[in-house]
C-alpha cells in the first residue's frame, strides 16, 4: 500500500494515476492515524512553500510525517514542492522553516536569459547510483514546472544530491538519503523514465545498514 499525502496543495490525482497503471494499491488521505499506518509514503506538491508549510501543521501531519519519516524509517517519496519541504528553509515570498529532513535550502531561479518559471522537459545527470533510478539512463528526460529550486551550500553534505539538471546553471534535481527521496521533477508526468521511477519506489527496500 501507497499512502498518498493529501495537504491541500498536491497533484493528487496524477500520481494516483500514475501509480493505478502500475498496478499499485494505493490511498489519499490528510489523517495523521492513516500516515502513521502507511506502508509506503508519496509526499507530493505544488503552489507556495510557506503554506504548504503551514497546512501540514495545521492539520497535524508533521509530527505523523516525523514519526513514520525519521523514527520508523518509512520509505518517502517527495515530488517538486514536496522536495523542497525536504530541507531546511526557503526564501519563497518570505522566510519559511521546511521539515528539516535534509541539508540545503530553496531559492528562486536567478535568469535574465531564460523564463521562469522552468517548465518543459530536461535530462537529469546522476549522481552515484540512486537506488530509485535503477536501470534509467544517464541523462534521462523529465518533466518540471517549478520557479524555485533546492540548492546545497558548500558546507552541506553534498552526498545528498541523486541527481542534478541544468537550466541556466546547474540546480538539484533529485535527493537522496537512507529512506528519504525526493525528485524536483514529476515522475507522473514524465513518460517510461518517470513511471520507473515510481514502480522502483513500490519495490524500494532501505537497507538495514542505512537505516543505523
Not at 68 to 82: D, F, Q, S, W, Y
Not at 175 to 188: C, M
Request: hydrophobic share 40%; with cysteine; aromatic share 8%.
Amino acid at each position: 500500500m501507497i499512502t498518498i499525502v493529501d495537504y491541500g496543495m498536491g497533484n493528487l490525482r496524477s500520481v494516483n494515476n500514475a501509480l493505478d497503471l502500475l498496478g499499485a494499491d494505493v490511498e489519499i488521505t490528510s489523517e495523521p492515524e492513516k500516515i502513521l499506518a502507511a506502508e509506503r509514503l508519496i509526499l507530493p506538491g505544488v503552489g507556495a512553500f510557506g503554506l504548504a508549510m503551514q497546512h501540514l501543521r495545521e492539520r497535524g501531519l508533521v509530527e505523523a510525517l516525523n514519526q513514520k519519516v525519521l523514527n520508523e524509517r518509512t520509505p518517502i517519496l517527495a515530488i517538486c514542492l514536496g522536495m523542497q519541504l525536504l530541507g531546511q528553509s526557503s526564501n519563497e515570498h518570505g522566510q519559511h522553516n521546511g521539515l528539516g529532513w535534509l541539508p540545503g535550502r530553496v531559492q528562486l531561479f536567478e535568469l535574465t536569459d531564460l523564463r521562469v518559471p522552468h517548465v518543459g522537459w530536461n535530462n537529469i545527470t546522476l549522481h552515484g547510483k540512486p537506488p530509485l533510478f535503477n536501470t534509467l539512463a544517464d541523462q534521462s528526460e523529465m518533466y518540471f514546472v517549478h520557479s524555485y529550486h533546492y540548492m546545497l551550500d558548500p558546507d552541506d553534505d553534498q552526498s545528498v544530491i541523486a541527481a542534478t539538471t541544468d537550466y541556466g546553471y546547474e540546480f538539484v534535481a533529485a535527493v537522496h538519503r537512507d529512506n528519504i527521496f525526493g525528485t524536483q521533477f514529476h515522475p507522473e508526468k514524465s513518460q517510461a523514465a518517470g513511471l520507473k521511477i515510481l514502480q522502483n519506489f513500490m519495490m524500494w527496500e532501505v537497507p538495514q545498514k542505512e537505516m543505523a
